[in-house]
């Protein structure tokens, strides 16, 4: 009792100062992990050994860390292997943004809808749901926004209602895979779930989500965008040409040709059984060996303090797990539905949802991977059920707000930044309508296809 | 005015540092900076005034924004920034100004031009100033100070390492009940005129 209230309390302390941003966050997760293994394994439960197993170091040496063969692992704790795949996607998004691929691809489609304003706005909609299917929604918005400000500037249009839309489908196109969103990189390694498991499951509600939204978007707001703020016609020769973004063409190439891998290796890891972990790592080093000079710029821009972060995170839900808290919500949830697996999908995708729009998602959903599982023991609804219910509650319900994911973030800090501070009222009028559209769907979804 | 001069005013509601701010611009014939320079930023950056004015001398509300890769999306810091920007490209252009609030006694802290003054009052001569300048009973005025001070307090300290008033953070704070507001003026003139003599 002593070590869940410890577990419990060390948890809410660590959320309210994630929230407050006093200290940096992964000073925090690292600061509470550290406490959990102190207070909640050394002092109240003298369990040497379970503190050992919730830093699982021992993990990464084990061959199945690299290359599964099918075993049944259970493992909690720490997740390596998703701090190693995000690392390593880390190194190799850095890899490609030196040499300018992500801006090339923004000023290329640009210019291939002929500087447009409605065609860029469908083109960078699409285009983020794509991109951010492969890397993190972070890094799609950071280029797509500041492109889609870069045109709105010379080609005078509105650019608050073109960054909201691809925020949007930023975190959709995260849902529909497993390294697109990191809930799905935790709920897929926790889970043992494969790249093609989500694209089949999470994949085809997302795309059928994604034509919904499109067509949403472009009702709501077409008008704000054809309303140009000037009157003269915009000189094309002044836009910049998307061969200007290349800083590097060989190591453009080299990068491009890593990115194909990665997607390459990800799509096939579930016949080649080679893991997220191996993958993550692959083309981390392919990334560097290939840098050449620059492996200190593309090393130095890695966001390391995310990855300590998700290291403490881990082990502060490890001590939740271990103390049972878990299992305590888990049973909760269970005496609420009982049987009506209908209603056990609707509370996940709902209360993922809410709580996503509010806080990170990422703790939440490090919190509910255990809980699902526990909800599949001893209620028998499948655990696919409720994995994709808690992929997508989680990831699209972070669009409603503009603090429920980072893509947000980034997205309203680079518009305020550019004059257009986007305030929740503004936010919250395009963008929550859209988040219940696609939950809508999600549930209905899931409710007829898996019960 | 051969050598720079920049002063930071800062004040209590109610003290008129606002108007004392504005006599020393007119004493030393250089421009005033106060809260409409959000008109000129409104024009760089092609945005509309209201916006700017609705987020305008507020903190961060920590609870409905967030930062990430050191991007804040809080507008009430955009709004922020944008001014600390125009002041900081103010004193670079080499031009000599009074500043009222904007936090820029700590926004320009390196700058060898600046002089900081924080204004305070007695309560009583404060809640009197307010009833007269802004036609409202005690109990209004004495709202009315309550909330502005606080707001004041809490965008200054938000952004600033110093406390809002906290003497070791300004050159000089005067209590303008015993001066009065001309010959505060006054008297912060001749403060500034030594600090020109002693810098030339």
Known sequence: MIAQIAAITIFVVMFILIITEKIEKHYVTLGSGLLTLIVVFGICLKDFGAMWDIVNLKSIVTAEFWRTTGAESESGGVDWATVLFLGGMMVMVEGMARVGFFRWLCMRIAKLVKYKTIPIFLAFMTMSFILAMFIDSITVILFLASVTIELARLLKFNPVPMILAEVFCANLGGSATMCGDPPNIIIGSNLHYSFMDFVTNTGVIALISFVFIVAYFYFVMRKQLSTSTGGEATDFSKLPSPESAITDKVGFFVNL???????VLLITHA???????????????????????????VLKKVDYKTLLFFIGLFVVVGGLEHTGVLEVIADFISK??????????????????????????????????????????????????LAWSLAMGTDVGGSATPIGASANVVGTAAAAKAGHPIGWGEYCKKMVPATVIVLVIATVYICAVYL | MEKQLIIAVSREYGTGGHRVAKALAEKFGINFYDRRMLEEI???????????????????NVFISRTVRGMSNSPEEAVANFQFDYIREKADSGESFVILGRCAEHVLKDHPALITVFILGDKEDKLKYVEERRRVNAQQAAAMMYRHDKKRKAYHNYYCPNKWGDARGYDVTLNISKLGVEKAADFLESYVRMRIELNK
Request: glycine share 4%.
């Open chain 1, 271 to 297: 016949n080649t059984g080679l893991t997220v972990a191996f993958i993550g790592v692959a083309v981390a080093l392919l990334t560097i060996i290939t840098s050449g000079k620059h492996v200190l710029t």
């Open chain 1, 257 to 263: 040709a890593i990115f194909l891998i990665a997607i």
């Open chain 1, 336 to 385: 609420i539905c009982g049987t009506n697996y209908a209603l056990m999908v609707v509370i996940i995708i709902w209360l993922s949802a809410i709580a996503s729009a509010f806080i990170d998602n990422i703790p939440f959903s490090a919190t509910m991977v255990p809980v699902i599982k526990s909800l599949a023991e001893t209620t028998g609804i499948s655990l696919d059920t």
């Open chain 2, 42 to 60: 409104a024009d760089q950056k092609n945005m509309s005034v209201d916006t700017l004015h609705k987020y305008d001398e507020l903190p961060r």
